[in-house]
């Protein structure tokens, strides 16, 4: 982490054009060179922790985009999530995210509740492969889940169960909110939640992440396999018995699955049943974030939805059209920036709706937590 820091501190920034983050602020405190070199003056004592002095520490989602432009690998993304962490153990959180660990805690039991509420007769403990859609598909897209159920169906996975557990979320959103211990602790949980399944399909791009990458750091033995729902619907889309629409969709790439996860053919695969693939200028591997990560929403939610928009301005530049996408919380992002002649789907919907496959939506209360 200290290498990388001063790595950065000395940078002629180099990636600075390739943060979502400080583009869509316009604040050049918000560049990732900056961020991390105002991260280097709080580890040398160089300056106090306080909430003005850290607030570049939360200007970031982890995306990853820096890093593909550094020559030397360097990672601002986890290094500042390191920074929040530092912060949080020196009782400096961000102020949007104090009382955080309590908040999520609740939010966890009210997401678990809320699921077994609305799909008592699609949950099970163990199985051979299982579907965690994740706490914002729980909070905000329950037609995605009875669109990805009905879809799984359809394909002739019907004997795919949703995890019944205590658990709604992964644990990412306490790496990003600077509470480490808490993660470990929670995904030791999590872990023993999906121990009676063989593979699990995470809806999620983000928790995928987390639990292929952070949890083997933190110690955490998961003996499940755990891959997208991308993975799973792609070999079986074919058996999607429909007449072609062969509408043409723009596929945004989850920065998370795009660059952490190397999730990228898969759901071009599965769309490309069902309609015509097209592609954002910033793509696969160079995908440009919704600002839908790192928790940017709870603490500068006016930033993350100025992400989202620029996101879809490309869209709306040329004529509209629909947008799909393969994680729950870049469905909730841009959904609510998308301009009107822009619809967003998340991919089981959209693949739900062009092959007709039909289901039918819950109606969940609604929450702004995350
Ligand atoms: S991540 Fe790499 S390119 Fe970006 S500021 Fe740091 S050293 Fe420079
Ligand atoms: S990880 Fe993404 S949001 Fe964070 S500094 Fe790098 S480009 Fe910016």
Same mark, same amino acid.
């Given at each position: 982490m200290a290498r990388q820091l001063d790595y950065c501190t000395f940078c002629p920034k180099m990636c600075r054009h390739a943060c979502p983050v400080s583009t869509a602020s316009g604040r050049e405190t918000y560049i990732p060179q900056v961020k991390m070199d105002r991260l280097n003056q709080l580890r040398l004592s160089h300056s106090t922790w306080t909430t003005e002095t850290t607030d570049p520490l939360w200007a970031c989602t982890g995306c990853r985009h820096c890093t593909m432009y550094c020559d030397h690998g360097n990672e601002p993304g986890l290094v500042l999530f390191s920074g929040r962490a530092a912060a949080v153990s020196r009782g400096v959180p961000h102020p949007a995210l104090t009382n955080y660990s309590e908040r999520f805690r609740a939010r966890e039991q009210r997401l678990a509740a809320q699921l077994q509420s609305l799909f008592p007769d699609n949950l *099970?403990?163990?199985?051979e492969v299982g579907f965690w859609p994740g706490c914002d598909a729980i909070d905000k897209g329950t037609a995605d889940i009875a669109a990805s159920l009905a879809l799984l169906d359809r394909v002739g996975l019907s004997a795919v169960r949703l995890v019944d557990a205590p658990q709604a979320c992964a644990g990412y959103p306490l790496l990003a909110a600077g509470h480490p211990d808490l993660f470990r602790w929670h995904a030791g949980r999590v872990a023993q939640s999906l121990r009676g399944f063989r593979k699990v399909a995470m809806g999620c791009s983000a928790c995928l992440y987390a639990m292929r990458a952070q949890y083997p750091a933190e110690g955490v033995n998961l003996r499940t396999e755990v891959v997208s729902l991308a993975e799973l619907l792609a070999p079986a *889309?074919? =058996?999607?018995a429909c007449s072609l629409q062969r509408r043409s969709v723009y596929y945004h790439d989850p920065c998370y699955h795009a660059?952490? =996860?190397?999730?990228?053919?898969q759901p071009r695969k599965a769309l490309s049943q069902l309609a015509q693939v097209r592609e954002f200028a910033w793509n696969k591997g160079d995908t440009e974030c919704c600002g839908g990560g790192g928790l940017l929403p709870k603490t500068m939610p006016l930033v993350a939805d100025q992400m989202a928009k620029r996101r879809l301005a490309e869209v709306q530049a040329t004529g509209g059209g629909m947008v799909v996408t393969s994680c729950s919380t870049c469905s909730f992002m841009l959904k609510r920036n998308a301009p009107p002649n822009v619809e967003v789907a998340n991919l089981a919907t959209a693949m739900a709706q062009l092959s007709e496959t039909a289901f039918t939506a819950p109606i969940t209360p609604p929450d702004d937590e995350m």
């Open positions: *099970a403990t163990e199985g *889309a074919q =058996n999607l660059r952490y =996860n190397g999730v990228i053919d």
